[in-house]
């Protein structure tokens, strides 16, 4: 129906415009000023010259950030456990979503209490740590980072109520009178129709491991296994800049200055990943999480 | 032959039936139980396992002895808790930051989605939507380094917007009364855009033929999103405030963690980074287990009152 615009209309539609506007710009700016801080002559951005527009555009930042062996190890360890834990994660998740997703799956009702417990209960710190190191012994290992948290029941239940709601159990029946075994049924026909939300879990998953920082922390003494995230810690939070980076300089205070524009220069590598893939993803995660949240 | 079968001879062929139905499926899909099997059993070693180590709490566990061999202490570690001096100061702080999240961090995603709905223009409802996601995708630690990068006394750019129209420096990071005010906001930076997804798509649910019978009452838009989205969304709201009010006594760790330093730490320090300072930073496992337990129960009773309370003024419910 074609709704002729009155004039409440109208300035209704200026004014949202403005808002949303001064949204937009809020919460930009800062992501911006950090992009332009990292390419600017580090004396320029404290003395309080770039607004907007990089001054003294130099590249010394980035220079140190990728000379920095701490940095460059972190980064290929985040990358490790990104894609080893996110493969995991949509293993483990696929393989839980798919039965439950089944009527005629004998339990199903039970394990999806089992599972929906321990969303409201959990064994709490110290606990899961005496068992991580005294039974598991798997602190300070690979596997401390990648098992905690391997598989999210909020995901399994997205997941599963996807199955239900698109994939026809018209489908499913025909392809078991054909002899389809329920490992074939899983492989070609649910999977390939699940791409859309295997998309949007690796997405979540993946953003979610490569911004990890906590079971680092709890677990983690051996710095050959530490992600970006505790190295960008050490010298964002900490100021803890590792002497090679800055060995090059004598004064103190050419030190601080230089330190400033390495802290942004490494915000912008370590986010710059996440931040490009995202859009990409973006028209399904909405939906993902409409089918998932409201129906489920 | 067609029966004359009583019905209690009907009801128990049916049941009869279902037991052997029920049998047939689990054979049939044994598959299945083997697919699911690897989960469940993630499950019950990492999160059902560590609930085992929970009786900690009412021991004095030592690490020679282990959880069997260390003395029952009952519950002497929640009255040491009690009666520390800390214990009033943290619980406040975590009750005062989560409430305040909850007043500030509540709302906005809604307001955003009730505006964002009404835009016409696709090009800009998508820029807009892919703006205020960005700053979700950002790792707690780069958001704590950017914050503290611009509300550094020397260089950052708030306090140059202050000197510029001739205001004193102020060192934030430095003084506890501005550390919540701080967490709030850059929550709010942070998390308002992807938050706002969930109302956009309950807004999407709403049938637009009320719509259309609201213009042709000539209701102005204010109007009709104050009688119709706003109502039509009440479900998803109250679902969501739920789950907000359920972690009240949870305010996250990360954050708190990286922002706190020592001359903050009293206005900042709460229930969790205080678990995480005794239990893993001076090893008294018991002490921590205890607190820790504390936080779960009192959580899990909000959790119930709330979605009661909410379940009497609506329908709508967690459970």
Same mark, same amino acid.
């Given at each position: 129906m074609i709704m002729r615009k009155s004039r409440d209309d109208r300035t209704f539609d200026i004014v949202n415009a403005v808002l949303l506007t001064v949204v937009m710009l809020v919460i930009l700016y800062p992501l911006f000023f950090v992009l332009i801080a990292s390419v600017s002559d580090p004396l320029e951005v404290l003395s309080g010259n770039v607004l907007l527009m990089p001054k003294g555009l130099n590249g010394n930042g980035y220079r140190m950030v990728f000379r920095d062996p701490d940095i460059l190890v972190g980064y290929r360890n985040t990358i490790f456990y990104t894609v080893a834990g996110t493969l995991l994660n949509l293993a483990l998740t696929v393989l839980a979503a798919y039965p439950l997703s089944r009527k005629d799956f004998v339990g199903r009702k039970l394990f999806t209490v089992v599972l929906t417990i321990t969303l409201f209960f959990s064994g709490g710190l110290i606990p899961t740590y005496l068992m991580m190191t005294n039974t598991l012994h798997i602190t300070d290992t690979v596997w401390s980072m990648l098992l905690p948290g391997a598989v999210s029941v909020w995901n399994i239940i997205i997941v599963r109520t996807y199955i239900q709601t698109t994939i026809p159990a018209e489908l499913q029946e025909a392809a078991t009178v054909d002899g389809c075994t329920n490992m074939q049924l899983l492989c070609r026909i649910i999977l390939?129709?699940?791409? +859309?939300?295997?998309?949007?879990?690796?997405?979540? %998953?993946?953003?979610?491991?490569?911004?990890?920082?906590?079971?680092? !922390?709890? $677990? !983690?003494n051996s710095k050959g296994l530490y992600p970006l995230q505790l190295i960008l810690r050490s010298i964002l939070i900490q100021n803890q800049m590792s002497d090679n980076m800055l060995s090059d300089l004598d004064s103190l205070a050419n030190r601080q200055v230089l330190a400033e524009s390495i802290k942004y220069a490494l915000i912008v590598v370590s986010s710059a990943p996440v931040i490009i893939i995202y859009p990409f993803l973006q028209k399904y995660f909405v939906k993902g999480l409409m089918v998932g949240a409201i129906k489920g | 032959m067609k029966g004359n079968f009583s019905a209690g001879e009907v009801r128990q062929n049916a049941i009869i039936y279902r037991r052997w139905r029920k049998r047939h499926n689990i054979l049939k899909n044994w598959q299945l139980y083997l697919m699911f099997f690897p989960v469940l059993l993630y499950f @019950? &070693?990492?999160?059902?396992?560590?609930?085992?180590? @929970? =009786? @900690?709490?009412?021991? =004095?566990?030592s690490a020679t002895k282990g959880i069997w061999g260390s003395p029952w202490v009952g519950t002497e570690q929640f009255t040491r808790f009690f009666n520390s001096s800390v214990c009033g100061e943290t619980i406040w702080n975590t009750l005062s930051i989560s409430l305040y999240t909850l007043a500030v961090c509540f709302p906005l995603p809604i307001l955003l989605a009730l505006l964002l709905n009404e835009v016409r223009n696709i090009h800009f409802k998508k820029a807009v939507q892919t703006i205020t996601y960005a700053p979700h995708f950002i790792s707690t630690v780069v958001l704590c380094g950017m914050v503290i990068l611009f509300l550094? +006394?020397?260089?950052? /750019?708030?306090? =140059?917007?202050?000197?510029?129209?001739?205001?004193?420096? /102020?060192? $934030?990071? $430095?003084?506890?009364? $501005?550390?919540?005010? /701080? %967490?709030?906001?850059?929550?709010?930076?942070?998390e308002t855009g992807f938050a706002s997804i969930i109302y956009l798509s309950a807004l999407a649910g709403i049938d637009p033929q009320q719509h259309e019978a609201a213009v042709i009452d000539g209701a102005t838009r204010l109007q009709r999103i104050w009688y119709i989205n706003l109502p039509g969304i009440l479900p998803t709201i109250c679902i969501m405030l739920i789950m907000q009010c359920g972690s009240l006594m949870n305010v996250g760790f990360e954050k708190?963690?990286?922002?706190?330093?020592?001359?903050?730490?009293?206005?900042?320090?709460? /229930?969790?980074?205080? &678990? %995480?300072?005794?239990?893993? =930073?001076q090893r008294q496992y018991s002490f921590s287990t205890a607190v820790g337990l504390f936080n779960s129960v009192i959580n899990f009773i909000i959790l119930i009152i709330v979605n009661s309370l909410v379940k009497r003024l609506n329908q709508s419910s967690l459970f």
């Amino acid at each position: 129906m074609i709704m002729r615009k009155s004039r409440d209309d109208r300035t209704f539609d200026i004014v949202n415009a403005v808002l949303l506007t001064v949204v937009m710009l809020v919460i930009l700016y800062p992501l911006f000023f950090v992009l332009i801080a990292s390419v600017s002559d580090p004396l320029e951005v404290l003395s309080g010259n770039v607004l907007l527009m990089p001054k003294g555009l130099n590249g010394n930042g980035y220079r140190m950030v990728f000379r920095d062996p701490d940095i460059l190890v972190g980064y290929r360890n985040t990358i490790f456990y990104t894609v080893a834990g996110t493969l995991l994660n949509l293993a483990l998740t696929v393989l839980a979503a798919y039965p439950l997703s089944r009527k005629d799956f004998v339990g199903r009702k039970l394990f999806t209490v089992v599972l929906t417990i321990t969303l409201f209960f959990s064994g709490g710190l110290i606990p899961t740590y005496l068992m991580m190191t005294n039974t598991l012994h798997i602190t300070d290992t690979v596997w401390s980072m990648l098992l905690p948290g391997a598989v999210s029941v909020w995901n399994i239940i997205i997941v599963r109520t996807y199955i239900q709601t698109t994939i026809p159990a018209e489908l499913q029946e025909a392809a078991t009178v054909d002899g389809c075994t329920n490992m074939q049924l899983l492989c070609r026909i649910i999977l390939p129709l699940s791409k +859309p939300v295997l998309a949007v879990m690796a997405l979540f %998953y993946g953003v979610g491991h490569w911004n990890e920082f906590f079971n680092a !922390l709890v $677990y !983690l003494n051996s710095k050959g296994l530490y992600p970006l995230q505790l190295i960008l810690r050490s010298i964002l939070i900490q100021n803890q800049m590792s002497d090679n980076m800055l060995s090059d300089l004598d004064s103190l205070a050419n030190r601080q200055v230089l330190a400033e524009s390495i802290k942004y220069a490494l915000i912008v590598v370590s986010s710059a990943p996440v931040i490009i893939i995202y859009p990409f993803l973006q028209k399904y995660f909405v939906k993902g999480l409409m089918v998932g949240a409201i129906k489920g | 032959m067609k029966g004359n079968f009583s019905a209690g001879e009907v009801r128990q062929n049916a049941i009869i039936y279902r037991r052997w139905r029920k049998r047939h499926n689990i054979l049939k899909n044994w598959q299945l139980y083997l697919m699911f099997f690897p989960v469940l059993l993630y499950f @019950i &070693v990492f999160c059902y396992g560590p609930m085992y180590g @929970i =009786q @900690i709490a009412f021991k =004095q566990f030592s690490a020679t002895k282990g959880i069997w061999g260390s003395p029952w202490v009952g519950t002497e570690q929640f009255t040491r808790f009690f009666n520390s001096s800390v214990c009033g100061e943290t619980i406040w702080n975590t009750l005062s930051i989560s409430l305040y999240t909850l007043a500030v961090c509540f709302p906005l995603p809604i307001l955003l989605a009730l505006l964002l709905n009404e835009v016409r223009n696709i090009h800009f409802k998508k820029a807009v939507q892919t703006i205020t996601y960005a700053p979700h995708f950002i790792s707690t630690v780069v958001l704590c380094g950017m914050v503290i990068l611009f509300l550094s +006394p020397t260089g950052g /750019i708030l306090n =140059q917007a202050r000197n510029a129209v001739g205001q004193p420096t /102020i060192n $934030y990071m $430095y003084d506890g009364k $501005y550390f919540k005010t /701080i %967490y709030v906001l850059s929550g709010a930076w942070q998390e308002t855009g992807f938050a706002s997804i969930i109302y956009l798509s309950a807004l999407a649910g709403i049938d637009p033929q009320q719509h259309e019978a609201a213009v042709i009452d000539g209701a102005t838009r204010l109007q009709r999103i104050w009688y119709i989205n706003l109502p039509g969304i009440l479900p998803t709201i109250c679902i969501m405030l739920i789950m907000q009010c359920g972690s009240l006594m949870n305010v996250g760790f990360e954050k708190v963690f990286l922002l706190t330093n020592d001359l903050n730490r009293s206005a900042a320090e709460v /229930i969790s980074t205080y &678990v %995480y300072k005794v239990g893993l =930073q001076q090893r008294q496992y018991s002490f921590s287990t205890a607190v820790g337990l504390f936080n779960s129960v009192i959580n899990f009773i909000i959790l119930i009152i709330v979605n009661s309370l909410v379940k009497r003024l609506n329908q709508s419910s967690l459970f």
